[in-house]
């Protein structure tokens, strides 16, 4: 644990400490930032006086705040001395380790504030624990690793934190052989307590200041906490004092995946080749073992001529019917089975099987048996189920995620504060509280402090578009700006379209395709090739390139959420509420997601550039969603052509 750190400022009383990190706050952002080159920001100063205010309240706060606001600022400032007054951490949730780095490296916000107000800061990240090598599976494992067995062994003999961002070149194949998984039986590991995964979690728990942490991680750690208390165990996270969930816009997928089972074959598979080499197994357990992979092989076939297939999202809805129901039982049976072989070898027969190997396995089968469990009770009407198209396993989430979220998280008593700069529709916030489970809202919103007006014009096309002229208007459009585009779908079947429309063309510039190439290596293509065209169905965020690498968003489609089991069940809802789910779900989804995808262009208070919206808007019934979702103050101009 780290020494005692100095208080930012002298307090007495609970009411004193209010009072004084208000005028504290007043006195970094007025005096002491612009001493070191910072502007001073109305937009900063109101956020962050907003979240002190929810922060001494103990509000669940929806805090919106534009691109170049410093919204990490605004709320480090009340978060660091409210740590030290409760004595708990505060965890900041990320959306990615990117920004968790963002945060918390060297060069992170964390530290540069540090040193402006020579202050101390205790901060220390959570990473995802499937990030961390396993040393158990390293010594299995280690060897030939293909093309790259030098570079990889060389170091994983002298790395020291053994965190996959050490070495980003390595492939999903090689890391399912070296990395941390839910599989490892760490309970009964002989290398428990000595391992990089368990030191790395010894030292965040440790922390005075700041947990930064990933999404998946808090919402993991809130769902499993009591239950882990329960039965003994050390929660993921300590005790903290308040919550802030950056990137607030995004959590709901995590909090799902994080709440749900997945039923994957390829686990089975792994499974039942592992115990079918170890020698000497008892008949019973080989037994148990050929009826599970039957099982498993007639329960996935029926999965899959029940899935609806379409490509616009990964998650493909499921038709629920008597005979995948059947399977599925017939499954969780074999896997109860398997589970009592188990625990026999275990107790009896342990010279076997390696405790380690029969530990993973039995966490393996438990998580199973009970998503088979949800998914077959009351044929999973309380249940939200998909198909991952990616690996073909199954999704069984609660469908009362909503509730959960105020039994676990709002109910705490503590300030939880979300921030993002697309949490409103015209500062409307009842969709996104609608979708958190949120019903009492204290909110703020600022725009972004940057010149939109003389930075960013936006350009729609009246009339309905014929596919013929979509397609030369985005060839005019690219040729035109020569390149330096970033053309925005919604579908990889439409990245395909265009792809097929251009055809042979040649362009004086390079054309990359969502389709055609790993994400990372795409947006860093994007950034270097300065006149490069990046067309995707998957960069409406998380892309950032400023510069004039980007001076032209391209909407070839306005972004109206997929019919995926996640829209499906909030349409449902709001059906069942009354509400039109048109209106109240497709169209506030939409305006989001065009927020966002136009905050694409905008980075530095340097850049410039267009937006041109080929779908249609003038005159349809969604035209006032879609202009309230265009950057506030940008010029809007209607053409025919280009």
């Not at 725009?447 to 003389?454: A, C, L």
């Amino acid at each position: 644990m780290c020494a005692r750190l100095k208080e930012p400022f002298e307090y007495k009383t609970k009411e004193e400490f209010q009072t004084n990190l208000v005028e504290w706050i007043g006195d970094v952002l007025y005096d002491i930032l612009p001493e070191h080159g910072y502007e001073i920001r109305d937009e900063q100063i109101f956020t962050a006086f907003q979240i002190a205010d929810a922060f001494g309240k103990k509000e669940v706060h929806l805090a919106e705040a534009g691109l170049g606001t410093g919204k990490t600022f605004a709320y480090l400032l009340s978060a660091i001395p409210y740590a030290r007054f409760r004595k708990k951490p505060v965890v900041i949730a990320c959306a990615t380790s990117a920004l968790q780095e963002q945060l918390a490296s060297e060069e992170g916000d964390i530290n540069k504030l540090s040193k402006v107000l020579g202050l101390e800061i205790d901060a220390r990240m959570a990473k995802d624990p499937h990030q961390y090598i396993c040393d158990v599976k390293v010594e299995d494992h280690m060897g030939d690793f293909g093309e790259m067995s030098k570079e990889i062994n060389d170091w994983l003999g002298k790395t020291k934190l053994g965190e996959r961002s050490e070495m980003p070149m390595i492939s999903d194949q090689v890391w399912k052989h070296i990395g941390w998984d839910e599989s490892m039986g760490c309970e009964v590991c002989s290398n428990r307590g000595y391992c990089k995964l368990m030191k790395a979690k010894e030292s965040y728990r440790d922390t005075v200041d700041l947990i930064i942490v990933d999404h998946e991680t808090f919402f993991h750690d809130l769902w499993t906490r009591e239950e882990r208390i329960a039965d003994g165990k050390v929660p993921i996270l300590p005790s903290y004092a308040a919550v802030i969930l950056d990137e607030g816009h995004k959590i709901m997928l995590p909090a799902a995946m994080q709440a749900g089972d997945q039923i994957d074959k390829e686990e089975f598979d792994a499974m039942i080749t592992s115990i079918e080499e170890v020698q000497g197994a008892r008949d019973s357990l080989v037994s148990a073992m050929v009826s599970l992979e039957q099982a498993s092989n007639a329960f996935f076939a029926t999965l899959d001529q029940s899935v609806r297939k379409q490509r616009r999202s990964n998650r493909q809805s499921v038709r629920l019917n008597p005979s995948l129901f059947k399977a599925a039982d017939e499954l969780r049976k074999l896997l109860d089975q398997l589970l009592l072989e188990m625990q026999i070898e275990q107790e009896l027969y342990f010279e076997s099987i390696p405790a380690t190997l029969i530990q993973a396995y039995e966490g393996q089968l438990e998580r199973a048996i009970r998503g088979l469990a949800r998914f077959t009770r009351n044929r999973a009407k309380d249940m939200i189920v998909w198909v991952d198209s990616r690996d073909d396993s199954l999704w069984v989430v609660p469908r009362n995620l909503t509730e959960m979220m105020n039994q676990y998280l709002y109910k705490q008593d503590i300030p939880i504060i979300y921030t993002s700069a697309t949490l409103s529709n015209e500062g409307d916030f009842s969709y996104f509280a609608r979708t958190i489970g949120l019903k009492k809202i204290s909110k703020s919103t600022v725009g972004s402090p940057f010149d939109i007006e003389n930075q960013v014009t936006v350009t729609l096309v009246p009339g309905v578009k014929r596919e013929n002229d979509g397609m030369e208007q985005l060839l005019s459009l690219l040729e035109k700006n020569g390149g330096r585009a970033l053309v925005l779908t919604n579908s990889l079947e439409e990245v395909e379209r265009i792809r097929e429309g251009i055809g042979e063309r040649e362009f004086p510039f390079e054309m990359l395709w969502e389709d055609k190439g790993d994400r990372g290596y795409l947006v860093k293509r994007f950034r270097e090739e300065e006149t490069s065209v990046l067309v995707g169905a998957d960069f409406w965020e998380g892309i950032d390139v400023p510069g004039d690498a980007l001076t032209l968003v391209v909407i070839w489609q306005l972004p109206f959420p997929a019919l995926d089991p996640l829209a499906e069940v909030q349409r449902a809802e709001a059906k069942e509420q009354g509400l039109d789910p048109v209106k109240t779900v497709d169209y506030p989804e939409m305006g989001l997601k065009l927020k966002q995808g136009c905050g694409r262009l905008i980075r530095t208070e340097e850049d410039h550039g267009e937006i041109v919206i080929l779908d249609k808007v003038v005159g349809t019934p969604w035209e006032k969603v879609v202009m309230g979702s265009l950057p506030e103050g940008a010029h809007i101009k209607k053409t025919e052509s280009f």
